[in-house]
C-alpha cells in the first residue's frame, strides 16, 4: 500500500496563497526524486515544479518567482508553497515521486488536489 497522499488544495483569491501538500506511505525504500504537475481542463498535464535527491529545484517559467517547492525528507513529505496566485493558476494539482519499493524504482503518481482561483 505504498501511495501519496496530497493535501491543503482550495479556493482562494487572485493574489493570494496556497500550500500543499504531498505525503508519502507505505514500505519505501528510498524517495530519489519528487516534482509537481498540474492538468487544468482541456489541457494537458505539465510540470509545475520538482526537486531532486541532492535538492536542487526547477520551476517552470509561468510559475518562477511565485512558487516554491521544498521536502521535508525525515517525514516523506514535499510542499508546494504557491504566492501570487493567478486566474490561471487554477487546475488539478499532482505530485509525483520516484521510490523505490521492493528493490525495484518506479514513478509513482498522488491523486490530485483541486486548486481553485476566483474572486
Known amino acids: 500500500q505504498v501511495q501519496l497522499v496530497e493535501s491543503g488544495g482550495g479556493l482562494v483569491q487572485p493574489g493570494g496563497s496556497l500550500s500543499v501538500s504531498c505525503a508519502a506511505s507505505?514500505?519505501?525504500?528510498?524517495?530519489?526524486?519528487t516534482g509537481w504537475y498540474r492538468q487544468a481542463p482541456g489541457k494537458q498535464r505539465e510540470l509545475v515544479a520538482a526537486?531532486?535527491?541532492?535538492?536542487?529545484?526547477n520551476y517552470a517559467d509561468s510559475v518562477k518567482g511565485r512558487f516554491t517547492i521544498s521536502r521535508d525528507r525525515a517525514k516523506n513529505t514535499v510542499y508546494l508553497q504557491m504566492n501570487s496566485l493567478k486566474p490561471e493558476d487554477p487546475a488539478v494539482y499532482y505530485c509525483?515521486?520516484?521510490?523505490?519499493?521492493?528493490?525495484?524504482?518506479?514513478?509513482?503518481w498522488g491523486q490530485g488536489t483541486q486548486v481553485t482561483v476566483s474572486s
Open positions: 509525483s515521486a520516484r521510490m523505490v519499493v521492493d528493490g525495484i524504482g518506479q514513478r509513482y
Open positions: 507505505g514500505s519505501i525504500f528510498s524517495i530519489y526524486a
Open positions: 526537486i531532486t535527491s541532492g535538492g536542487s529545484t
